[in-house]
């Protein structure tokens, strides 16, 4: 059965630091491949999705994505954060075969932004 | 455009009590979903919905959770006889299938449930 795998429950850095979250898939296939954000008593948010082509995809905000076929990852990044980047963030796989829109989600990391 | 709403945001019950949920997608998304998010976990599927027809609903607790869609449009996910398990956040989720916006979900904020 398709998983995803966010190793890091929490992170922790600090503003203008660099980020890289980690995602780790499980699927019979490459799959599609998206990240959410969760902010405070918000809904999910799409940053980025992947579906084919240029293994670097770029989302909202300054973030990043690259896939890995090899590793099977789709890890998040971005450059330079910002304390309002603060949020749950999670990694999330789907493949549109015919009648099957099933999408699975990671169990999220939480980030926080320090000053 | 309006987006994804849910109702109500909260709502605590004792054991044994029943509780709707519902939801008003994006108008025009053919596809929703509904998920179960336990505190500090991720969005759990429990149903989704293509129009009016129940695709999916393999993750249902069948002998206490129903969901419709009658109209293909709104829906209502209900929960008859809760337990302290069910304690979670039920978030709703439209998408539209088909166009550049394929495969993204547009999450309402979620109707946060307390069973004590």
Known sequence: ?115 | EAGVTQSPRYAVLQEGQAVSFWCDPISGHDTLYWYQQPRDQGPQLLVYFRDEAVIDNSQLPSDRFSAVRPKGTNSTLKIQSAKQGDTATYLCASSLLGGFNTGQLYFGEGSKLTVL
């Open chain 1, 1 to 115: 059965a398709q998983s995803v795998t966010q190793p890091d429950a929490r992170v922790t850095v600090s503003e203008g630091a660099s980020l890289q979250l980690r995602c780790k898939y499980s699927y019979s296939a490459t799959p599609y491949l998206f990240w959410y954000v969760q902010y405070p008593r918000q809904g999910l948010q799409m940053l980025l999705k992947y579906y084919s082509g240029d293994p670097v995809v770029q989302g909202v905000n300054g973030f990043e994505a690259e896939f890995s076929k090899s590793d099977s990852s789709f890890h998040l990044r971005k450059a330079s954060v910002h304390w309002s980047d603060s949020a749950v963030y999670f990694c999330a796989v789907s493949r549109f075969n015919t009648g099957n829109y099933k999408y699975v989600f990671g169990a999220g990391t939480r980030l926080k932004v320090i000053a």
